[in-house]
């Protein structure tokens, strides 16, 4: 005999457990399922685990900048597996505490992978549930990808869970994963080549302050081949032999590890949604502004499998979770409001936007008041011995609002936040100038970036 809900949320990361939390708390019968151990990518195999191994890379890079101003580096070294287990002290509680705050507010907790059989139906292993709607918050997975011996390459979760660090690691795309690992491996002591195809990595930031990072890398380190296509991998002794291609120049580059870092696609070719009549593509399922699906009304989709304005992000997951569930709740049609939500790539030091890049929005037609300042010889970053960091603002000279901001350098993914705030209240850069800051603080230099 079948189950009946009022809603199964599929996925537990932060877009399930968000919208199953908030419906389960209002008194409907809900069930969420996960294939894997509850938490979701960003808790068990993203963004907390990822900042918790940063962690060391930090410190190590904070010492060595003030090397021979008071602080002797030599001798200090990131111990891979303690930091591995500092790691799992953080992780390995997640799946039991994220179960228990779902059942808490009554919401009944399936393991296993889902499959739709119909269009208000699933099964859950060979178990079939029945409901008047669905969410569908499945995350996403590495993009494949074509060349030969791409099996042989590991992916970002693999990479959270390495039990030590090889010396030489090369990393496939230039983008937010390859990044930040490679940040973490250099200063572990490795050796990272990132290969992108592209000519500008990162290309959803700004490309002077992209630039600036990708110095920055090299300085510790990180080698970065742009412009430049795998041709296969293959393994040689007991690492792997990579034939890149730049251009008509052929090369083989000789690796202990090979990482995925080419991009993710949603994660929904399991789900048999052809079954349900739920229109999907590789961005996600297609959803309506206010997240349901196009083909099918049992159907909300939110976070990285649904196909909508907002980056594949935790915020943005979390946003529109808690937005499908106040819809499907309320039957109403709210929208996300995607508005002054800032990101952060996350290396040493990092690399943040909030709004439109300066392209986009001389591009959008603004008259663009583009305020470039190099914050390197200020006091904040003299104090710590970076010298390389900078801020790009950029001002409506219409109105004087805010059309986005761009910020490279230590402490700059917390000072974006500010920024956020700004745009989404819509103020003024005068208006968010009259904040007053504690001094000194990273805070106290916003008013001089403006
Ligand atoms: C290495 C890495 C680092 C990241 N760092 C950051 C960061 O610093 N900041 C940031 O904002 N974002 C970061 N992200 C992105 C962020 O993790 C995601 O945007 C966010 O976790 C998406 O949440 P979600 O709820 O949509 O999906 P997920 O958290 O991926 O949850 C989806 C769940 O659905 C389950 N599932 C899928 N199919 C089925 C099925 N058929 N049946 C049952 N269960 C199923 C999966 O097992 C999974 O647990 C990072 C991503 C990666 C890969
Ligand atoms: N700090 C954060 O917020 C954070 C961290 C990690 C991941 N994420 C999320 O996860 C998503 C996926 O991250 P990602 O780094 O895997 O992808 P990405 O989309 O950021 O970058 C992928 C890069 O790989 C390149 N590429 C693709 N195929 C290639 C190939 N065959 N050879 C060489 N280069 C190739 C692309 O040109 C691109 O530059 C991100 O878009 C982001 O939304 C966020």
């Not at 060595?64 to 008071?70: A, E, I, Q, S, T």
């Not at 059989?117 to 060979?126: H, I, Q, S």
């Not at 099918?296 to 649904?306: H, K, T």
């Amino acid at each position: 005999m079948s189950e009946t809900y009022d809603l199964i949320v599929i996925g537990a990361g932060m877009a399930g457990v968000a919208a199953a939390n908030k419906c389960g708390a209002a008194g409907w019968r809900v069930a969420i399922v996960d294939a894997l151990p509850y938490g979701g990518t960003c808790a068990l195999r993203g963004c907390d685990p990822k900042k918790i191994l940063r962690r060391g890379a930090e410190i190590v890079d904070a010492a060595r900048l003030m090397d021979g101003k008071g602080i002797d580096p030599s001798g200090l070294k990131i111990n891979w597996s303690d930091l591995m287990a500092h790691k799992r002290g953080f992780t390995d509680p997640v799946p039991d505490k994220m179960e228990k705050g779902l059942t808490g507010n009554g919401v009944e907790t399936l393991h296993g992978a889902a499959r739709f059989t119909g269009a208000n139906a699933l099964e859950v292993d060979g178990q079939s549930y029945q409901s008047k709607r669905f969410l569908i918050a499945a995350g996403a997975i590495p993009r494949p990808v074509t060349f030969a011996g791409a099996d042989l390459m590991i992916d970002s979760t693999d990479f959270l869970n390495l039990e030590a660090l090889p010396k030489r690691i090369l990393f496939v795309g230039g983008g937010f994963v390859s990044f930040e690992f490679a940040h973490i491996a250099a200063r572990a002591g490795a050796e990272p080549v990132i290969v992108d195809r592209g000519a500008r990595p990162l290309n959803a930031f700004d490309p002077d302050l992209v630039e600036m990072l990708i110095a920055r890398s090299a300085a510790v380190g990180v080698d970065l081949q742009r412009e430049t296509e795998i041709v296969s991998i293959t393994t040689s002794g007991a690492g792997f032999a990579v034939e890149v291609k730049t251009g008509d120049n052929t090369t083989t580059i000789e690796t202990d590890l090979v990482v995925h870092g080419a991009g993710r696609i949603a994660a929904l070719a399991d789900l048999n949604l052809e079954a349900a009549d739920v229109a999907y593509g590789d961005k996600g399922i297609v959803v309506a502004p206010h997240l349901q699906s196009t083909t099918n009304a049992a159907v909300f989709a939110a976070g990285d499998s649904a196909d909508t304005k907002g980056m594949p992000l935790t915020p943005v997951a979390v946003i529109e979770g808690k937005v499908a569930a106040s819809n499907m709740l309320k039957d109403q049609k709210i929208l996300p409001d995607y508005s002054g939500i800032p990101t952060a790539v996350f290396t040493v030091p990092e690399l943040a936007r909030v709004g439109m890049l300066e392209a986009e929005a001389k591009e959008a037609g603004y008259d663009v008041d583009v305020r470039f300042t190099d914050t390197g010889g200020w006091y904040s970053n003299y104090r710590i011995g970076e010298k390389s960091a900078a801020a790009k603002v950029l001002v409506d000279r219409s109105d004087g609002k805010l059309l986005g901001a761009h910020l490279f350098g230590p402490e700059y993914g917390e000072l974006i936040n500010f920024f956020g705030l700004a745009m989404k209240l819509g103020l003024t850069a005068k208006q968010l100038k009259s904040m007053t800051a504690v001094y000194p603080s990273v805070g106290s230099d916003l008013g001089s970036l403006l």
